[in-house]
């Protein structure tokens, strides 16, 4: 269950907790449980740069003015953050484009909004340069009682949001997916929502709703085949509902870094994310290895793949 507006969710060793605070409620805490958080290592003089290690706490300040339906935060000098790994809710999913009912959970917009307005946040840019938008990807660090708390990973711990995979937020990787993987688990926020539930690899009617969207979906890897130009890992048996995983050939060296052989993926269960198309059938194309996990299975023998 989410919050009631005068209650937060604290969690803590996969325990969900709620208690009240004073006035209105913040919204989202996240408990860092006993873990200490790696420093966050400088970068050159003149540039924010990406950072190396996940950050502990954030190198600028400022109040926000405005949060988006995109959770995009709005500081009052004009600076335009987008949270780092995170894919925010669409709006109204799963409700046939109806209005929402007026005693429904508020939104994730609501939520942060209710937290973030008019207080002020501490923030370290995820990059050296903003995008087409004048979007600037940021951790950001909003207060919570008496600390400050990482707002992606509180998003992502009350079900508020998807985590994406990418290069500015590696160094984050397991601390956002676990807090991802807790609140799927415990039904929290949109996890409550068919709309995102994970595909398994046979669903093609799904698949057919959300081309052109971020998905999760697991499946076996039944089949490998490699070009020149790219690998492709086939999810399922059944060949008119397959799933396509492509890997183009300059990214697979980083797949290989990991440990992660191409080769030795038959025969295992995968959970990827991506965008999804569905031009030629149901299709991701991977560009890190971060946004596949292995689930489990038994190795085929490689020869076997065709």
């Not at 409700?95 to 609501?110: F, L, T, V």
């Not at 998807?162 to 997916?177: F, I």
Request: charged share 25%; aromatic share 8%; with cysteine.
């Amino acid at each position: 269950m989410l919050p009631s507006k005068d209650q937060c969710i604290f969690q803590r060793n996969g325990v969900v907790k709620r208690f009240k605070l004073i006035g209105k409620c913040s919204s989202f805490l996240f408990s860092f449980g006993a873990a200490l958080w790696s420093l966050l290592l400088s970068a050159q003089p003149g540039l924010t740069g990406t950072p190396v290690s996940c950050p502990m706490e954030g190198g600028r300040r400022g109040i926000v003015t405005s949060v988006n339906e995109r959770l995009e935060v709005t500081l009052e000098d004009g600076t335009l953050l987008a949270i780092a790994g995170i894919e925010p809710p669409r709006v109204f999913a799963g409700q046939s484009g109806s209005a929402r009912k007026a005693d429904a959970e508020p939104d994730a917009a609501e939520r942060l909004r209710g937290w973030l307005f008019g207080r002020e946040i501490h923030f370290t840019q995820a990059g050296e340069q903003h995008d087409r938008w004048g979007r600037w990807p940021a951790f950001l660090f909003a207060p919570a009682g008496e600390t400050m708390v990482p707002v992606g990973e509180a998003l992502l711990d009350a079900g508020l949001a998807r985590y994406v995979p990418g290069e500015s937020v590696h160094p984050c990787h397991a601390r956002m997916l676990g807090a991802e993987e807790a609140a799927r688990r415990s039904g929290l926020g949109i996890w409550r929502d068919p709309y995102y539930a994970i595909i398994s690899e046979g669903e093609r009617r799904t698949f057919a709703d959300k081309s052109g969207t971020f998905v999760l979906v697991e499946g076996e890897v039944t089949r490998i085949a490699s070009s020149a130009t790219r690998t492709r890992l086939y999810l399922g048996r059944n060949r008119s509902q397959i799933v396509t995983i492509t890997i183009l050939r300059r990214d697979i060296k980083m797949f290989e870094a990991t440990g992660m052989t191409m080769s030795r993926l038959l025969g295992q269960t995968l959970r990827v994310r991506g965008l999804l198309d569905t031009t030629y059938g149901p299709e991701i194309i991977l560009a890190r290895p971060d946004a596949l996990e292995m689930l489990g299975g038994v190795s085929v023998n490689p020869d076997s793949r065709h």
